[in-house]
């Protein structure tokens, strides 16, 4: 099942300043109709000139992503940066089905204050996904949350979700929560997949908050 290379979803991510304006979620428990309007797709990056090759960057230079750690469930992928400022960091976890299938992934990371959503979230999910259905996380028993994909690519759909501060609570707070999306081969039916909050609050409170611009 093909799926978003990791590298390349924290680090475009992390350009688009923190997720800003990142979907808050609906407070009702059916899914509403997604109407992504054309200028939130993401622009077409132009390719870098032939005289400029990769090599030009090093591997562990400013700009390249590596592993900073793992808390608990989470890891935690940073953005090197130069001497002296805030390395950019999000914590990552890989969502796999009852058979062991790798289906999903999620980033979470700080937004800058004064927002609504205080807590930006990129999940990606397969092509195969029925988007009309919306993207619903669940913490324990509380209320579903609904949120409508962003876009897609080649490889998956993403969904760029913003968190209030009452949900990062129920994040910190919880045990466990639940993601679903529902496959276009059967829409009569639904995928449950398991986000663990092992090791969430730790890994989140090591990140620093982005200054508000």
């Known amino acids: ?4 290379d990791t590298t390349k979803a924290v680090a475009f991510a992390l350009s688009l300043g923190l997720v800003a304006g990142a979907a808050v979620a609906q407070d009702t428990t059916q899914p ?39 808390e608990g469930d989470w890891e935690m992928r940073c953005i090197r940066v130069e001497a002296g400022q805030t390395e950019p960091c999000q914590m990552y976890q890989l969502l796999k089905d009852d058979k062991g299938n790798s289906v999903a992934e999620i980033s979470v990371f700080p937004l800058a204050t004064g927002q609504k959503a205080v807590t930006g979230a990129t999940v990606s999910v397969p092509l195969e996904t029925l988007l009309t259905e919306n993207l619903v996380i669940q913490v324990d028993s509380g209320k579903p949350r609904i949120y409508p994909y962003t876009w897609c690519d080649r490889q998956s759909c993403v969904a760029r979700v913003g968190f209030t501060a009452e949900d990062l609570a129920a994040l910190k707070g919880g045990n466990k929560a639940t993601m679903t999306i529902v496959p276009v081969i059967a ?5 449950n997949l398991s986000i663990s909050l092992k090791g969430f609050t730790k890994s989140y409170d090591s990140m620093p908050v982005p200054a508000a611009q």
């Open 32 to 70: 509403a109709p997604t109407e992504t309007p054309a200028a939130e797709a993401p622009a077409t990056t132009p390719a870098a000139p032939a005289e400029t090759p990769a090599a030009a960057q090093p591997a562990d230079g400013p700009g390249s992503v590596y592993l900073k750690g793992t």
């Open 1 to 4: 099942m093909s799926m978003i």
């Open 187 to 191: 829409p009569d039916q639904k995928v």
